[in-house]
């Protein structure tokens, strides 16, 4: 069989595109099952960023048929979406699965999220009965292959995004977090990141400002943390260490006064601030205040985009690795083209077997003794047996072809001419 993948992604297709051909959760197994009409085996990953059909093929289950039933299922006409699919096939499919697994395939390079969705794939397929051994053994390749990639490279180890960039600093700062309060001030998404990186790195305590008291009691609720008001914000300053802000308010919310305030109750404590907002929403006077560390979005982008250069060097590697490794996926695929014949060949002979031994039984019924019932089977099972062989041999040396008459002599163990004069 062969490994193919069909699909669309972030670098080939737009939102507009990928939205129209992505599998909610509920119509997974339903879609599953109908793909697995139109492949041996097959797995959905479904992402916001991509739509890819892993599919174990028969030779006569070709490419094409892959695309005409992703279209079908989504009622797009193949020429729309033709244009923004990404085809691999054999070894490029074995590579492009484990670059997926990798991270070296996704939007932020090196993202771990895409190997936990493939896993969940995997799981669903499994559970709908739609794989066998060869996607089962190319996603298990594919999960140890980023796993080697993690643990020898340095690929996932330096932050990318806003969030996860903000956090690391303040580690840089206090080193260990457990003993220091956060105060996040808004209640978007990039705040809501970054408290789900400072409950990973297990902050001791979080504070939430946001102009809704209610979005901020809930969010804080999520880390056993505590919401108060904007009003609220500079009588508990003085309680945090950590200050990260990203609001959409037009004007500062923090002053270059309330924060000396802070300080002074804080007996000068050092204070570590992060203003992600555009427009700010920390005066940048406050940079000037001795104990406080103040960190803009730009210099933000600064620490990113030298992790990025970071984690392009360690995908260089990863890519070498990915090399290697699909070399291995191909050797375990050859092997199995060799059991498969070595079955096949085995399951003929015992078919010749049963069909002389049907035949010689019939003979004792008949009334033939032992004897000829026993010439009845040597004779014809050596023949049987040999027939096929001979045939290959004759046109062989008819032919000239005698590398097959000499493979023959060592597949079948017999001397050469040689030995026996």
Not at 84 to 99: E, K, M
Not at 380 to 388: E, F, G, P, R, V
Request: with cysteine.
């Amino acid at each position: 069989m062969s490994i193919l993948i069909v699909g669309v992604n972030h670098k080939t297709a737009p939102v507009s595109i990928r939205e129209k051909v992505s599998f909610s959760p509920d119509s997974l197994p339903q879609a599953l099952h109908a793909a697995h009409q139109v492949a041996s085996e097959c797995l959905i990953l479904s992402t916001c960023n991509r739509t890819e059909l892993y599919a174990a093929c028969q030779p006569q289950q070709s490419v094409e048929t892959l695309v005409e039933w992703l279209a079908d299922w989504h009622k797009i006409p193949v020429a729309q979406l033709q244009p923004y699919l990404q085809i691999h096939q054999q070894d490029a499919a074995v590579r492009h699965a484990l670059r997926v697994a990798c991270g070296l395939d996704s939007l932020v390079l090196g993202e771990p999220q895409i190997l936990g969705q493939l896993k969940t794939a995997l799981q669903a397929a499994s559970h709908n009965s739609t794989t066998g051994s060869q996607l089962n053994r190319l996603m298990q390749h594919a999960f140890s292959t980023a796993k080697k990639v993690r643990t020898q490279t340095s690929i996932g180890a330096n932050p990318v995004s806003v969030a996860f960039a903000a956090v690391s600093l303040a580690k840089q700062i206090f080193s260990k977090l457990e003993k220091q309060t956060a105060l996040l001030i808004g209640a978007g998404e990039t705040i809501e990141l970054v408290g789900k990186h400072l409950a990973a790195n297990h902050i001791g305590k979080i504070l939430v400002a946001n102009r809704s008291v209610d979005k901020a009691h809930k969010l804080a609720a999520e880390y056993g943390g505590k919401g108060i008001g904007l009003p609220e914000l500079a009588d508990h300053l003085p309680l945090a260490d950590i200050v990260i802000s990203s609001t959409a308010a037009p004007v500062p919310i923090l002053g270059k006064g309330a924060v000396e305030r802070a300080l002074k109750i804080r007996k000068h404590r050092p204070m570590f601030m992060v203003d992600i907002a555009v427009p700010r929403d920390i005066e940048q006077e406050v940079a000037e205040l001795d104990d406080v560390y103040l960190y803009t979005v730009d210099d933000l982008q600064s620490v990113i985009e030298e992790n990025l250069q970071s984690r392009r060097a360690a995908a260089a590697q990863a890519e070498g690795m990915v090399v290697e490794e699909v070399d291995k996926f191909r050797a375990w695929l050859q092997a199995q083209d060799h059991m498969a014949t070595i079955r096949d060949y085995r399951a003929r002979t015992d078919s010749i077997r049963q069909e002389v031994f049907d035949k010689a039984t019939t003979l004792l019924h008949n009334g033939k003794s032992p004897e000829e019932a026993l010439q009845f089977l040597a004779h014809t099972l050596a023949n049987k047996l040999s027939h096929d062989a001979t045939q290959a041999m004759h046109q062989a040396a008819r032919s000239g072809d005698h590398e097959l008459l000499q493979h023959a002599r060592t597949l079948f163990n017999l001397s050469t001419p040689d030995d026996n004069g």
